[in-house]
């Protein structure tokens, strides 16, 4: 069994805070990472009431949460100043190498997210160092599509070659949940517009131009809405060479069975 103090030595555990950062109620830190390295720099910079990180440096993990146990090295944050709200950090180069490839397996299920890094170091197993940086998980197949917005962003940053190469020469129908309020919206992907390039202007905009998702998010909710609440399903999906009037036959289908015209519904038509 490989540990990580096998391949990354540090000899002065004393001066570092782990960071187990683990879904905090609106974002996943994995996803975070795959979709802004500014974001992630952020996670590292919130302080709460106590002074949790009040030691020079912060190994940063994130939990890899399709599997269990298993956290993602983040990089190691110099911490440069505190403030009573916040702290100011830097990556150092530390690890670099590692960052976003190194994945340990640490059942780690206590509360309390930032400790003494000497309290777990000797615990923590390697259980495998991607050959690339992880940009998003590996596109599982079309009947196993089922994505948070979040995560469909970072594949859409990161530019998922798999992903990309499945959808965007594919047409087919979709289905967007709001586990806020449990409203459903069905839509399709066709003509020349494969369902990669649909699924785009959901991530840039929140609501692709549909007129009932436009007024749920509004001018003040916006993407931060998107990223607690959406999810993205594909439902059907159909070569490039099937007729449009298919398409919307299945659309209109799925919108009965699903009752999204309904009240309880984002589809207008």
């Known amino acids: 069994m490989l540990y990580l103090k096998d391949i990354f030595p540090l000899p002065n555990l004393s001066d570092y805070k782990v960071h187990f ?7 996943h830190p994995l996803d975070v990472w795959a979709r802004s390295r500014p974001e992630w720099k952020l996670w590292q910079q ?5 002074d949790d990180f009040n030691r020079p440096y912060i190994f940063a993990l994130a939990q890899f ?20 709200d916040r702290y100011d950090v830097e990556q ?8 976003g490839r190194l994945k340990l397996h640490y059942p780690h299920r206590d509360r309390v997210t930032r400790s003494k890094l000497e309290k777990h170091y000797d615990g923590f197993v390697v259980k495998e160092i991607l ?9 599982p ?67 692709g131009g549909n007129v009932e998702l436009r007024k749920l998010l509004g001018e003040e909710v916006g993407l931060d809405y998107c ?9 059907e999906e159909h070569p490039a060479r099937t007729p449009d009037s298919l398409i919307l ?14 009240p309880g519904g984002l589809n207008r038509n």
């Open 21 to 27: 950062a683990r879904h905090n109620g609106r974002d």
């Open 46 to 50: 919130t302080r709460p009431g106590r």
């Open 65 to 84: 949460y399709p599997e269990p146990d298993v956290w993602m090295f983040g990089g190691v944050f110099e911490v440069t100043a505190r403030h009573s």
């Open 92 to 99: 150092v180069d530390l690890g670099r190498p590692l960052e």
């Open 131 to 139: 050959p690339e940086t992880y940009s998003g998980r590996p596109f």
């Open 141 to 207: 197949g079309y009947d196993r599509i089922d994505l948070p917005f979040a995560e469909l962003e970072g594949l859409l940053r990161n530019g998922r070659l798999d992903w990309q190469a499945a959808l965007e020469n594919v047409k087919g129908i979709y289905l967007i949940s709001d586990r806020q309020t449990g409203r459903l919206y069905v839509g399709s992907a066709c003509g020349d517009q494969g369902i990669w390039s649909r699924w785009s202007t959901y991530a840039a905009t929140g609501h």
């Open 227 to 235: 990223r607690r609440n959406f999810r993205l399903a594909l439902l």
């Open 249 to 262: 036959e299945r659309e209109s289908y799925y919108k009965e069975v699903l009752m999204s015209r309904g």
